[in-house]
């Protein structure tokens, strides 16, 4: 995994450690200088971790809205992409 970015593996972490929100932000830097088709993967991911944070917090339209766009950003990376 030493071929990505270390913001990317820092944001992977944050997301499955449940910090969603620093996973936003670790991502959001990572994905405002990129390119595609990292760009809209990159989009995809943290715009779902946005949803995960919104979620712990009861926001239910907020999570609900992010969780579809951020999986509507990611069936061309499928099956696996980026390491996951």
Same mark, same amino acid.
């Given at each position: 995994?030493? #071929? @990505? ?6 944001? $992977?972490?944050?997301?499955? =450690? *449940?910090?969603? @929100?620093?996973?936003?932000? =670790? ?8 390119? #595609?088709? #990292?760009?809209?993967?990159?989009? *995809? ?19 609900? =809205?992010?969780? *579809? ?10 099956? $696996?992409?980026?390491?996951?």
């Amino acid at each position: 995994m030493s #071929d @990505y970015p270390a913001e990317w593996l820092q944001g $992977i972490h944050e997301f499955n =450690t *449940g910090e969603y @929100y620093a996973c936003h932000d =670790t991502l959001e830097a990572l994905w405002m200088d990129s390119i #595609d088709p #990292d760009k809209k993967f990159y989009q *995809g991911v943290l715009q779902i971790a946005v949803a995960c944070y919104h979620l712990h917090n009861r926001n239910w339209r907020g999570a609900v =809205t992010l969780l *579809g766009e951020g999986i509507g950003r990611l069936p061309y990376y499928q099956p $696996i992409y980026a390491g996951i």
